[in-house]
């Protein structure tokens, strides 16, 4: 069986951002994507960011999947974005709850991501692809794994096709989470989200705000390199091509690697588990 590879990248903010990721972006197209997916930033604030970057995917011949939010947001609003992705020729959304900008409450008619599958399948009948967001290590909000896997399915129930998982360095979490999805008879492909380490506090951050866990040892590894971004750059390497094998070997239906707009590390990770010449 052929593994997916699917690639995530941000809107850049930037001209030089813009030519950056479109380097990138050529570099990546070597490992054959299923899709590229675009973020936003907090409360859709760079929604038209996402879809000038899907455009420019899709004019290079890949299809891409703009992440849609729906935190803050109406029915009308949705309704034109939905709109304005189908004229693009948008397949494929990710569709997500999203974060409210800091000092907003959560206003809007939308409560939950799975408020905006039933929204978007009621609209558009099977016109999209859905994908959705998947937790194995749970949403940082969420109170307990069983409400979590409660969310997931209600996604599923409302019309999701598939899953990405947020990062994780620790595939028993993974295959735990399948397992207790397969139990409630959830089968949707959930393909595992792939964080490349390039840069420790960067990767510290990020963990912090969004619930993935680092484990220890990885943590202590990274601190002991200090400033070393050489060392740190090849022990992510290692780390991250290793847990890309077990998963692999676990029959995993692909990588969603979540690449910060840079190629190296990806291209890297592929070419070590046989997925890129």
């Known amino acids: 069986m052929t593994l997916s590879i699917s690639l995530e990248f941000f809107p850049p903010k930037t001209p030089e951002g813009a030519d950056k990721l479109r380097a990138a972006r050529e570099q990546l197209y070597a490992l054959k ?12 604030s760079t929604q038209e960011g996402t879809l000038q970057a899907v455009s420019e995917i899709m ?108 990062y994780f360095f620790n595939a028993d979490a993974y295959f735990g989470y399948l397992n207790e999805l397969h139990r409630r008879g959830i089968r949707v492909p959930v393909v595992p989200g792939i964080m490349p380490i390039t840069n420790s506090s960067q990767l510290m951050r990020f963990s912090d705000s969004c619930g993935a866990e680092i484990p220890r040892w990885i943590r202590l590894r990274l601190q002991g390199f200090g400033d070393d971004s050489a060392s740190i750059k090849a022990f992510g390497l290692d780390v991250v091509s290793q847990l890309c094998e ?30 890129a010449p």
């Open 59 to 166: 004019a290079e011949g890949c299809p891409a999947a703009p992440h849609l939010s729906c935190i803050g947001q109406t029915k009308d609003s949705i309704r034109e974005r939905l709109a304005a992705y189908s004229a693009a020729g948008v397949k494929r959304i990710v569709a997500l709850r999203g974060d409210m900008p800091s000092g907003y409450g959560l206003g809007g008619e939308f409560r939950y991501a799975s408020d905006l599958v039933a929204f978007i399948r009621s609209e558009t009948g099977r016109q999209f692809h859905l994908e959705v967001a998947a937790y194995p290590e749970m949403h940082p909000q969420s109170k307990s794994p069983t409400s979590d896997l409660d969310a997931f399915a209600a996604k599923v129930e409302a019309g999701a096709d598939s899953g990405i998982t947020q």
């Open 33 to 44: 994507p299923e899709f590229c997916s675009v973020t936003f930033g907090a409360g859709g």
């Open 246 to 275: 077990h998963l692999k070997a676990g029959g995993v239906p692909g990588f969603h690697f979540y690449t910060m707009n840079q190629a190296k590390a990806t291209a890297e990770i592929c070419r070590r588990i046989g997925l």
